[in-house]
């Protein structure tokens, strides 16, 4: 019997990824996407156009427990991976309250659901590096401690708690990967990477002129999509749940990212780039750098895209997708 994977965020980056991933891996795949994207799919499902005849889509909603309930009755799955949440930080100080009631009940409405209808499951939780925000060590473990800077980054931190809880106190097979930053052409555009390769190419084909962006001085630890939803399965794959952070262990400034992305195409990135204050954050997380080689000794996972190929990976990709006017995948 084909084993059943159950994908909340099914239609975002990391969705579309494990989707394809679980599927070449023989499994059955289940997604909860809201019932406006069922209604729309050209316009909410382009990251699955290729998928949606190999996969089940059910109408859900993170806010609705009922929805949620109903939904893994069905399934009953084998596996979960709660991806789906409100995840640009940059939105999350706009509206806080919606961002921290959908994530951290949405998490919770999972937890109890899988518990009541499907207790054998394995439970997988999108954590974030931004739990670490204001980081009180470099490179940054599964043991440092959280000091989050944002709604999203204390919701994550929250849904990592329950996740934690319902583990110990229900014996759940439930963990979280900690996962730092991670991109590729299916980023979405309001992320700085996206917003970067999207602008380049723009720039490059003379479609626009210049790019305004916020704090350039901010590093991040980023890596391939691709590669971090290998991990999410591989953390399943375990005989015990555990929490595992996921990186590359290499930290890069927006500058930089700035400098290789525009270089790529012969440009200057000096003569383009504007700084807006208005993408400022009233409270940033400065650096990040994580240390994944509790992932690497337990199971084996090592990160295979290097920064300077996922930048050249995305500016490539919207080069063809302007040229050919919306080749997304
Ligand atoms: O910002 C700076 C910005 O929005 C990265 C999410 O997936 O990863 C992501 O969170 C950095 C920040 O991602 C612009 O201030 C400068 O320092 O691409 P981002 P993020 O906030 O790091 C974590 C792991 C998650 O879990 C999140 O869900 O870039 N920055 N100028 C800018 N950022 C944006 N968006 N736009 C700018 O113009």
């Known amino acids: 019997?084909?084993?059943?994977?159950?994908?909340?965020?099914?239609?975002?980056?990391?969705?579309?990824?494990?989707?394809?991933?679980?599927?070449?891996?023989?499994?059955?795949?289940?997604?909860?996407?809201?019932?406006?994207?069922?209604?729309?799919?050209?316009?909410?499902?382009?990251?699955?156009?290729?998928?949606?005849?190999?996969?089940?889509?059910?109408?859900?909603?993170?806010?609705?427990?009922?929805?949620?309930?109903?939904?893994?009755?069905?399934?009953?799955?084998?596996?979960?991976?709660?991806?789906?949440?409100?995840?640009?930080?940059?939105?999350?100080?706009?509206?806080?309250?919606?961002?921290?009631?959908?994530?951290?009940?949405?998490?919770?409405?999972?937890?109890?659901?899988?518990?009541?209808?499907?207790?054998?499951?394995?439970?997988?939780?999108?954590?974030?590096?931004?739990?670490?925000?204001?980081?009180?060590?470099?490179?940054?473990?599964?043991?440092?401690?959280?000091?989050?800077?944002?709604?999203y980054g204390i919701s994550k931190v929250a849904g990592f708690d329950l996740t934690r809880n319902y583990r110990e106190a229900y014996g759940l097979f439930a963990l979280s990967g900690i996962l730092f930053n991670h991109e590729s052409p299916r980023r979405g555009f309001e992320f700085v990477t996206r917003k970067i390769s999207y602008g380049v190419a723009e720039i490059k084909l003379g479609l626009s002129k210049k790019l305004a962006v916020g704090n350039i001085y901010a590093k991040r630890d980023w890596g391939f999509a691709g590669d971090y939803v290998r991990a999410m399965w591989m953390m399943l794959q375990q005989d015990r749940p555990d929490d595992y952070v996921i990186a590359t262990g290499e930290t890069h400034s927006v500058k930089e990212f700035l400098e290789l992305a525009f270089g790529h195409v012969g440009l200057d990135w000096k003569k383009f780039v504007v700084i807006d204050k208005t993408f400022y954050r009233p409270s940033e997380v400065h650096l990040l750098k994580g240390d994944y080689s509790k992932a690497r000794r337990k199971f084996g996972w090592r990160p295979s895209v290097k920064f300077k190929d996922l930048v050249k990976m995305m500016v490539d990709h919207d080069l063809l997708r302007l040229k050919n006017k919306g080749a997304d995948i």
Not at 36 to 57: G, N, Q, S, Y
Not at 77 to 99: G, I, M
Not at 100 to 116: D, P, Q, R
């Open 1 to 151: 019997m084909k084993k059943k994977a159950f994908i909340t965020g099914i239609d975002g980056q990391d969705g579309s990824y494990l989707a394809e991933f679980l599927l070449a891996k023989g499994y059955k795949v289940y997604g909860m996407v809201r019932r406006v994207a069922l209604e729309d799919p050209e316009h909410h499902l382009w990251r699955l156009r290729h998928l949606l005849d190999k996969i089940k889509l059910y109408p859900a909603s993170l806010e609705s427990y009922p929805s949620i309930f109903n939904v893994i009755e069905k399934v009953k799955p084998d596996e979960c991976y709660h991806l789906a949440a409100q995840s640009f930080v940059s939105y999350s100080f706009e509206d806080e309250f919606s961002t921290i009631n959908t994530n951290i009940n949405g998490t919770h409405f999972v937890l109890s659901a899988i518990k009541e209808k499907a207790p054998k499951c394995k439970i997988y939780f999108a954590a974030s590096s931004e739990m670490f925000g204001q980081v009180r060590e470099t490179p940054q473990t599964e043991n440092t401690p959280f000091h989050p800077r944002s709604p």
